[in-house]
């Protein structure tokens, strides 16, 4: 039922006005409207809370716990008035109180606790959790500074910090009254106690942790769920008095720990940094989360003997890992249980998912920054990692395989094996990438235990990637496939493809894609003076920038391009704007240098007439959820370009293909499932297969001589040494591609290896676009395929499959 009408919803958005800031709407700054509506829409959904926690404890439900040091959940607004089905409602509430509802939504921040894929996939898992009606929590760090801000100063990347909470907080429920008490250090003390060992830690440094809750509505259902974000605070403040005592130290110590530790989220994706406050907020997020599930569950069960039945944890990548010493931990020191109890109880709560299989994302952890920051953990991890290796050896006689599946070796601590080893599954994301990880990256863990190795495909939360962003498309998918069915049953979409050859329908089609390019054209004028062509093909690539990923392929591409067109002048027949968005992390000079490359390229072609209203290339600054919300319904192309092996699934891809683009992609992660329900004729696929790359690396990967080869090949490497005009050489680029550097080997990623045949796929799809209702009647196939990408799919499937959990 929806909980509003348009004149309730502007007496409580007055209300809220006038409580929070003493102000009438006349008075309240677009600022103050935006809080206002999200503390209007926030009750609701906490009274609805209350609902959800007495059903939960009535019936015993089994809960879900989601652990991920990321949660991207971009803005809120919009997507709760929409789950709750009171948008059209707001937008009418607001315009009559004098405000622009566009303005409103667009004020507020994104909430970018999150670097990317990963952190993204997490906040759409929420979204189907609550909408299946599952018991869900998602678990996560209040960092103060999300992911920073890019600007782009003469072509380079410069980062900025993103103070998301000063309007951001609104929708985060402080519970100071559910705080966990964190301990890292001091020393441990064995005692015996009536027949039994006991330990303590002494002289630790504590930090509290306060629970702030951010309620997420589903869709068509009063379910609301949390995301659960701890904020650190000091446990006492300083206070000269306690110098004395000694104590005076301490409590600076935990007051400079608490300041630092939600402060703010690393910006590295898919690469570890073993810096120690980084296991600081692992462990800090990992205890107050698994205390707080533990004290609940004792609430209501009186005992932790059947967690396992009415709890399961699922952990986003090795992040919290920590989870699985932690709850042994909890199971032995607090609940008194033996060994074998807490293991059999532990091993059938925790579920692992991996993200990546590139060797420098894989956590591995000193052990001597555990020992000296966690004791009791790091002794508990010893005994798993003891027990663990004998089973290994007992399973094996091999000392190859003993030394691979090791936890603990070479001083450090293989969170990955650590997983495994604690974990009741662990699952890939795509098919591809779950082979990859049961025949190679953990092919012996999954010949001695391969009941826990499975599948999950990524998927997407539709409901935000399509009907809430393109209203265009939203209403005409809804019109064909005979109402909104599709929100619930995603399925329903493939209805869309009987109208293959109905010209009416393409053409409506078209003119969809058509409006949203022009909005998204008025959007960057307006926001960055960028003109765009709205004629022009939109070929798209947003995404982190990663070597991997390839944004330097597309750039050789289009250099090539560039420099066909200095031949030939009608080289190109149809306007091409090639538009980039990336964040690089930081310390990544290569992926700084890439974007500096694009930016340059970009201004090359800008200040050549010969360009004009032929080529185009714009760096999109400060890519973001909320920029791809208006970027995916006007996209055409969607670039998904890695190495073949390499991306584990991408969702982006799937976000691109819901609003109708058609992929130019290698087979790699879910681009191979894309292609299984799309057949070579809906997507430009091209270069080597996962199984090639392997095998040319195998043999001996030698670029120079495509270099000598290919004279187009070797023509556009050459402009990257000699760089635009604005001076600035590339041959650290050039250097890398052709003889490797810094311990790299040359062409690492098989940009060469992939060129030509890239080249190719670019001319087919530019050879497409010239036949709109070929290009249309593919698009369209695309919108109608995307079902199975629907994050509830997922989200059932680890349901049934992993938490056996019952679900809508
Ligand atoms: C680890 C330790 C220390 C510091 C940082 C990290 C770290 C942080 C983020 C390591 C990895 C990540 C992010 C990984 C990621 O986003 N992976 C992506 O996950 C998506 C969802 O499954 C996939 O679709 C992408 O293919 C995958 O790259």
């Known amino acids: 039922m929806t909980p509003f009408t348009t004149q309730s919803l502007e007496s409580a958005l007055t209300a809220k006005l006038m409580l929070n800031f003493g102000k009438t709407p006349e008075e309240a700054t677009d600022q103050e409207m935006m809080k206002a509506c999200a503390l209007v829409l926030r009750d609701v959904m906490a009274m609805r809370r209350v609902e959800v926690k007495k059903q939960i404890r009535r019936q015993q439900q089994k809960q879900v716990h989601y652990l991920s040091l990321e949660f991207l959940m971009g803005r809120s607004l919009m997507k709760n008035a929409y789950n709750l089905e009171v948008l059209p409602q707001l937008r009418e509430a607001l315009e009559h109180l004098g405000f622009k509802a566009a303005d409103i939504f667009e004020i507020e921040p994104d909430a970018g606790l999150g670097n990317g894929g990963l952190g993204r996939l997490a906040a759409c898992y929420l979204d189907s959790m609550t909408t299946l009606e599952i018991p869900a929590a998602g678990y996560s760090i209040c ?11 003469e072509g380079q990347q410069v980062e900025l910090p993103d103070n998301w909470k000063d309007l951001g907080a609104a929708w985060l429920l402080p519970k100071p009254e559910e705080a966990q008490t964190v301990q890292f250090g001091g020393t441990l003390r064995e005692f015996w106690d009536d027949g039994h060992l006991h330990i303590v830690n002494e002289n630790a440094t504590s930090v509290l942790a306060v629970p702030c809750d951010m309620v997420v509505a589903g869709y068509g259902t009063d379910h609301v769920n949390t995301l659960r974000l701890w904020d650190a605070r000091s446990t006492k403040p300083v206070d000269m008095s306690l110098f004395s005592r000694g104590e005076y130290l301490k409590a600076a110590e935990e007051e400079a720990m608490a300041a630092t530790i939600a402060k703010v989220l690393y910006p590295e994706d898919n690469h570890y940094e073993g810096k120690s406050l980084r296991l600081k907020q692992q462990y800090f997020f990992v205890s107050a989360t698994v205390q707080s599930i533990a004290t609940k569950h004792l609430d209501t069960y009186g005992t932790l003997k059947n967690f396992h039945e ?8 090795t992040h919290p890992a920590l989870v699985i010493p932690e709850l042994m931990r909890i199971f032995i020191d607090e609940a008194g249980m033996d060994w074998d109890e807490a293991w059999d ?5 925790v579920a692992y998912t991996n993200h990546t299989v590139l060797a420098e994302a894989l956590e591995r952890w000193p052990q001597s920054l555990m020992e000296s920051l966690l004791p009791r953990v790091w002794q508990i991890i010893q005994e798993i990692s003891a027990r663990w290796q004998q089973k290994v050896e007992d399973f094996y006689h091999d000392s190859a395989k003993t030394a691979n599946m090791a936890i603990i070796w070479g001083g450090e601590v293989r969170m990955a094996n650590l997983c495994i080893a604690g974990g009741m599954a662990v699952n890939g994301v795509s098919g591809l990438h779950s082979e990859i990880l049961k025949k190679d990256v953990f092919r012996d863990a999954c010949s001695m235990e391969p009941w826990k190795f499975q599948n999950v495909t990524n998927g997407i939360d539709h409901r935000r990637w399509l009907s809430e962003i393109n209203p265009g498309l939203d209403a005409l998918v809804k019109e064909l496939t005979g109402g909104d069915d599709y929100l619930l049953q995603p399925l329903a979409l493939q209805k869309l493809d009987a109208y293959a050859d109905d010209k009416a329908v393409l053409e409506r089609l078209a003119a969809i894609k058509r409006a949203n390019k022009e909005e998204f054209a008025l959007y960057a004028k307006k ?12 070929d ?10 390839r944004q330097l392929l597309n750039v050789l591409h289009i250099i090539a391009l560039y420099q066909k067109l200095q031949d030939d002048p009608n080289a190109i027949t149809h306007p091409h704007t090639f538009l980039f968005g990336a964040k690089a992390a930081p310390g990544y000079a290569v992926a700084k240098r890439i974007i500096r490359l694009i930016n340059s390229l970009a201004d090359q072609i800008d200040h050549d007439p010969i360009c004009k209203d032929k080529l185009q290339v714009v760096f999109l600054e400060n890519y973001r959820v909320s ?39 290698t087979l790699d992660g879910a681009n191979v499932e894309m292609h299984d329900v799309l057949g070579d004729e ?21 670029p120079q001589r495509l270099y000598s080869r290919d004279d187009t090949l070797r023509r556009c490497l050459d402009a990257l040494r000699h760089g635009f005009r604005d001076g600035v050489s590339y041959d650290d680029l050039y250097q890398r591609l052709l003889f490797g550097a810094g311990g790299s ?15 190719q796929a670019e001319r087919r799809m530019a050879e497409t676009y010239a036949d709109p209702m070929q290009w249309n009647r593919m698009s369209l196939h695309n919108i109608a395929r995307s079902g199975i990408f629907a994050a509830d799919r997922a989200v059932a499937e680890y349901a049934d499959n992993i938490w056996h959990v019952p679900h809508k």
């Open 682 to 702: 809906n997507m430009f696929l091209f270069g080597l297969h996962a199984d090639e790359v392997s095998r040319v690396k195998r043999e001996g990967y030698v």
């Open 745 to 759: 080997p040359a062409d690492e990623y098989l940009l060469l290896a992939d060129f030509d045949s890239y080249c």
């Open 345 to 349: 109880i532990t091993t059938k709560s």
């Open 310 to 317: 009415k709890n399961v944890i699922q952990i986003n990548d």
């Open 540 to 549: 798209v690539q947003v995404k982190r920038l990663h070597e991997y990923k």
């Open 527 to 538: 926001t960055r003076g960028v003109i765009l062509n709205p004629d022009a093909i939109f």
């Open 143 to 153: 960092y103060e500074l999300g992911i920073f801000k890019q600007k782009i100063v």
């Open 627 to 665: 920029l791809a919300e208006r970027l995916m319904p006007a996209s055409e192309v969607s670039q998904q370009i890695s190495t073949a092996g390499k991306e584990a699934s991408g969702t982006g891809n799937m976000k691109f293909m819901m609003n109708g683009a058609l992929t130019i992609g």
